[in-house]
């Protein structure tokens, strides 16, 4: 398959982990980092920021795709699939994600919650992107 439509598959899937993470997951204490919005205000903000989130998620899965038909003779898992996507998706989270948001939050305590969300939420995102890529550029 294509590394283009394995990407934008790979995007969807990180769009609706997105969803759940911050949507159900993360709700409990993260209310101070949030806006107070009015039902009106809220209506306005929401459409255009689940499109600006689709977007993104978009892009974040076709790059992905394209880093990891990349970089995928390179992984320990030669035959591909779910297990070299998620070690491909582990690699990249590690030193980017895991290391600036655990740094940024030694000096931002107030933030610590909210970086440790973010850390974990990523991780979850891109193993599930390199599930989807592992498995459908194999």
């Known amino acids: 398959m294509s590394w283009i439509i394995a990407g934008l598959i790979a995007g969807v899937v990180a769009y ?30 929401m459409g255009p920021a689940m499109v600006k989130s689709a977007v993104l998620a978009l892009v974040f899965g076709v790059l992905f795709a394209w880093f990891y038909n990349q970089f995928r003779p390179s992984l320990w898992a030669q035959a591909g699939g779910p ?32 970086h440790r969300a973010t850390a974990w939420s990523w991780l979850i995102r891109m193993n599930a992107a390199g599930v989807a890529v592992g498995l459908l550029m194999k």
């Open 16 to 45: 609706l982990v997105d969803y759940v993470m911050w949507g159900k997951v993360f709700t409990k204490g993260m209310e101070g980092f949030a806006e107070q919005l009015t039902p009106e205000q809220m209506k306005a903000f």
């Open 83 to 114: 297990l070299a996507g998620m070690e491909f998706g582990t690699v990249l989270w590690l030193p980017t994600i895991l290391l600036s948001t655990m740094g940024g939050s030694v000096w931002w305590t107030r933030l610590r919650p909210l």
